[in-house]
């Protein structure tokens, strides 16, 4: 098979949930452990860090690999979902794994595929640690799936284990309350292994603090640690509680939403130094100002036109959404025309009643099994005050925004993270 048809054998011969949601999610690491011990226990091989979370956990994963490309290692990287190439997922210093490397390894192994039905992710996150162990990754930063207990990339125990925040999100899956959902997310708290917790919540501190008690494993909450000064610019200032001081932070990721993760990533690279990475001052500045330019992310803030301004965001939860929501009425312009689409499996109604009744409404969805109809989105929607139209696909949505947009209006693409893929 060449790379297309391997992909195609990956996409329909095994269970995918960004494509179909809870019939494609495993509640055991059975298939993990597994594939695992076939490949030889790749994950052994190399350093990691853990990064859980339900905002976030993309930016703080890409942030703190670029960190460590600055300051010399050989840095892996594994995210999920990808927006335009699977290998997304999978990166070393930035560059995607190869496509010769992704063929070889469905090829060489196909066969124990095939026996064992493992998920899509549980394949792609066993491809992942064979692939940085091949490649001898000085270290990994590891983005967790679904979850954190049961999500396949909980078989490493890491150098620092980083949990952002928690919000209501997959509760289908993780529990109907933030404290059920963030008992999950602590899964990946290791014993004697540090953790940072990204924000202090006071619902789901204690669940953390019970469980850091637990595994004797000193923790951290970053936004009680360090105090926060936006500057002009997209510039901040960073002040930790032992008086050390971080000023002109100027990160190349634009949302406002990037003051609560960055301290997040300050807190892990501290932690870092005292076991034994040498990180300097600089390379962390630069991590932070070049995370784009070297991990490749995308679809955070990520500005697609000027003309007029066009932004799309991946974030698709009630706080998310609410972030996205207070920057956009930050930012000056005549009229406000939102694309929008969502999955079936969401609680969308907390998300609808934080859009704006003023915009334009372009109600879509993505070409994937789980995408929420269009035409009962819109009718949701209309519940909550929304107006605009449906339209097939998220191109005619988008090329619909366009031509009703005037150069002084702002174009916003989001609700689903498969909405931003297709139009980026």
């Known amino acids: 098979m060449n790379y297309q048809e391997t992909l195609h054998w990956m996409f329909t011969q095994l269970p995918m949930y960004q494509r179909e949601g809870v019939a494609a999610y495993k509640a055991n690491l059975d298939n993990t452990l597994a594939l695992d011990r076939h490949l030889g226990e790749p994950h052994r091989r190399f350093h990691t860090i853990h990064v859980g979370g339900t905002n976030g956990k993309g930016s703080v994963s890409h942030m703190l690999a670029s960190v460590l490309q600055e300051a010399g290692y050989t840095t892996g990287l594994y995210t999920s979902p990808h927006l335009k190439d699977f290998r997304e997922r999978i990166k070393i210093n930035g560059e995607m794994i190869p496509e010769e490397y992704v063929v070889r390894f469905i090829a060489q192994h196909r066969d124990f595929f095939t026996t064992l039905h493992p998920s899509f992710f549980e394949m792609t996150v066993a491809m992942a640690f064979r692939y940085f162990a091949d490649q001898q990754v000085d270290i990994a930063v590891v983005e967790v799936g679904l979850g954190g207990r049961l999500d396949s990339t909980n078989i490493i125990t890491p150098q620092v284990s980083v949990i952002t925040n928690i919000s209501r999100d997959h509760m289908a899956l993780l529990g109907d309350t933030l404290e059920k959902i963030a008992s999950e997310k602590a899964g990946i708290i290791k014993p004697g292994i540090p953790v940072v917790i990204g924000t202090y919540d006071p619902f789901t501190a204690p669940v953390f603090e019970e469980k850091a008690r637990e595994s004797h494993s000193p923790i951290f909450f970053a936004s009680e640690q360090w105090h926060t000064v936006p500057l002009p610019g997209n510039t901040y200032t960073f002040t930790r509680s032992n008086g050390m001081v971080y000023s002109g932070i100027h990160p190349d990721l634009q949302g406002n939403y990037q003051r609560k993760n960055i301290p997040a ?13 040498s990180i300097s001052d600089e390379a962390l500045r630069e991590g932070i100002a070049h995370t784009i330019r070297n991990t490749g ?6 500005i697609l036109s000027n003309s007029p301004l066009t932004i799309c965001d991946t974030g698709h939860n009630s706080d998310a959404i609410a972030e996205t929501m207070q920057q956009l009425r930050e930012t000056s312009s005549k009229k406000l025309h939102i694309v929008l689409g969502m999955v079936n499996d969401k609680e969308i109604r907390d998300v609808l009643e934080l859009l704006p009744q003023d915009a334009r409404y372009y109600f879509t969805r993505a070409s ?14 209309r519940k909550s005050g929304l107006k605009g ?20 209006d702002i174009i916003y693409i989001g609700g689903s993270t498969f909405i931003v893929a297709e139009v980026i």
């Open 265 to 277: 990533v300050l807190e892990s690279t501290l932690l870092l130094r005292e076991r034994g990475f």
């Open 297 to 302: 992310l995308l679809g955070r803030w990520q």
């Open 368 to 381: 994937i099994p789980r995408a929420l109809d269009e035409n009962i989105l819109a009718v949701e929607a």
């Open 389 to 408: 139209e449906s339209y097939r696909t998220v191109q005619e949505a988008y090329t619909a925004a366009r031509e009703h947009a005037s150069p002084e």
